[in-house]
């Protein structure tokens, strides 16, 4: 009885709050909106089922929805009251991703084949020509080339590349064993070059492609999964030692070398210097984060419309200005949360390439939230990524919710046993 009531005791908490957050919106505004309040009910109603679907059919944890639910409604609250039009399409994409998080769950378990040995190349094959449409047609936003547009709508390739690397990277942990080495003839001399060094190479053209786009926080995350992966499964120290002094080199070259990531550097080191320029918007996230003291200065009742890219970017100074650095450490923790439950899920399976996607995915979650909070307040320098589940973004909030329909389908236990069950035939 305690265990029921622990589970929804989150839930009540979480529908509560998004009574409380939709009922916000429907007031913001002089003149009501009810289309808002029928999609928030409808949001309300979608939450409501997809736990339940979770609860009593025993599609396995209980608390990754929840958590990451709470997270978009915080996002949602603060989107619209930033700018009602884009909340409004927020909430659409937020339907959207809960739907595509039941669909990703299903697809998963009913399809246990994403493990086999064949699609081990087919994942970075797809990643290289998903950058290779970037690059050729992409447009630039921001100064990085990582955005296409089909039938109208712009899509983030770098969102659905990230998955496929983590599936190529469980998929050689899986197969590592069996992987051939390559075999070279130069100038009458054999050369067998090992899988884990195929891998590697195969992981940082995924970084050199990003770092062609100038998407330098996307190339940075790749390279904290990769290295995180190879520290986890790994115990070939020379193997790491080189990737250290491969990635050490990298940045102190882009540093060097690099005029934007110069100009990166000196605003982190001393914003103060170009406040009007350059360093305005770290500035007035730095002044927003401040200005909202322990409890915030209340929801509407600050200005973090000031900051450029304030629903995107910089959407966690937002948070802290109006809901307080109490508010805004409730959010840090519920993304602990999140990665502790993500891991907790990994340290079950002993298949090798779901354990390896579980941690994949949440490590992934845990360094996108450390590297865009971090440079939001100063902690490291800016990078253009986006807050998971509560930045504005179509594309970033349906690819988290896919990543999390797949952890939760990993949870469990389906896919796996599936998975044996096939292979035993």
Same mark, same amino acid.
């Given at each position: ?9 989150p839930?009540?908490?979480?529908? !509560?709050?998004n009574?409380?957050a939709?009922?916000?919106?429907? %007031? ?42 709470? /997270?978009v409604s ?5 989107? $619209? ?5 884009i ?9 959207g ?8 769950? %299903?697809i ?12 081990? $190349?087919?994942?970075?094959?797809a ?13 630039r ?7 296409? +547009?089909i039938?109208?709508?712009n ?12 599936f190529?990277?469980?998929? $050689?942990?899986? *197969?590592?064993e ?5 075999? /070279? ?5 054999? !050369?067998?070059?090992?899988?884990i060094?195929?891998?590697?190479v195969?992981?940082y053209? *995924? ?6 786009q100038?998407?330098?926080?996307g ?19 020379k193997?790491?030692?080189?990737n ?7 940045s102190?070259g882009?540093i /060097?070398? /690099? ?17 009007s ?12 984060i ?9 929801? #509407? ?17 937002a ?18 949360l ?8 990994s ?6 390439? $779901?354990k ?34 509560i +930045? ?5 909030l349906?690819s ?23 292979? #035993?035939?």
């Amino acid at each position: 009885m305690d265990s029921i009531y622990n589970v929804y005791k989150p839930f009540r908490m979480v529908m !509560f709050f998004n009574v409380l957050a939709f009922t916000l919106m429907f %007031l913001h505004e002089d003149k009501k909106d009810f289309i808002t309040l029928a999609w928030g009910i409808g949001i309300i109603l979608l939450i409501f089922g997809v736990y339940v679907l979770i609860k009593w059919r025993h599609w396995g944890d209980e608390y990754l929805f929840l958590i990451s639910s709470m /997270l978009v409604s915080i996002g949602l609250m603060m989107i $619209y009251r930033l700018d009602p039009d884009i909340g409004k399409r927020q909430i659409v994409w937020f339907a959207g991703g809960a739907s595509l998080f039941l669909l990703s769950y %299903l697809i998963f378990n009913l399809m246990p084949m994403w493990n086999s040995k064949k699609l081990y $190349y087919i994942y970075p094959a797809a990643s290289f020509l998903l950058f290779t449409l970037t690059l050729a047609y992409g447009r630039r936003i921001g100064g990085a080339i990582n955005w296409l +547009s089909i039938a109208g709508i712009n899509i983030q390739p770098l969102e659905v590349i990230k998955l496929l690397f983590i599936f190529f990277t469980a998929s $050689y942990y899986k *197969h590592r064993e069996s992987l051939k080495a390559l075999s /070279l003839k130069i100038k009458g001399n054999d !050369f067998r070059i090992k899988s884990i060094y195929i891998y590697g190479v195969l992981s940082y053209i *995924h970084m050199g492609f990003l770092v062609l786009q100038r998407e330098w926080g996307g190339a940075l995350l790749f390279f904290l999964i990769y290295f995180t992966l190879l520290y986890i499964f790994e115990s070939n120290l020379k193997f790491m030692l080189a990737n250290v002094f491969f990635a050490g080199a990298g940045s102190l070259g882009g540093i /060097l070398f /690099l005029s934007h990531i110069q100009t990166r550097i000196d605003i982190w080191l001393n914003p103060w210097a170009d406040i009007s320029g350059k360093g305005y918007q770290i500035t007035q996230s730095l002044f927003a984060i401040g200005s909202g003291g322990f409890f915030g200065t209340g929801i #509407g009742l600050g200005s973090p419309e000031l900051i450029p890219e304030v629903h995107t970017d910089f959407i966690f100074s937002a948070i802290c200005e109006e809901m307080g650095i109490f508010g805004g450490t409730g959010v840090i923790l519920l993304y602990l949360l999140l990665v502790y439950r993500g891991i907790k899920i990994s340290l079950k399976i002993n298949d090798i390439f $779901y354990k390896a996607l579980a941690l994949g995915i949440s490590i992934m979650i845990g360094f996108q939230t450390f590297i865009i909070i971090g440079g939001v307040v100063k902690m490291i320098p800016l990078t253009g990524i986006t807050l998971p589940f509560i +930045s504005y973004g179509g594309s970033s909030l349906i690819s988290s919710f896919i990543a999390l329909g797949i952890l939760q389908a990993i949870s469990s236990g389906k896919s796996i046993q599936m998975e044996e069950t096939h292979e #035993g035939e």
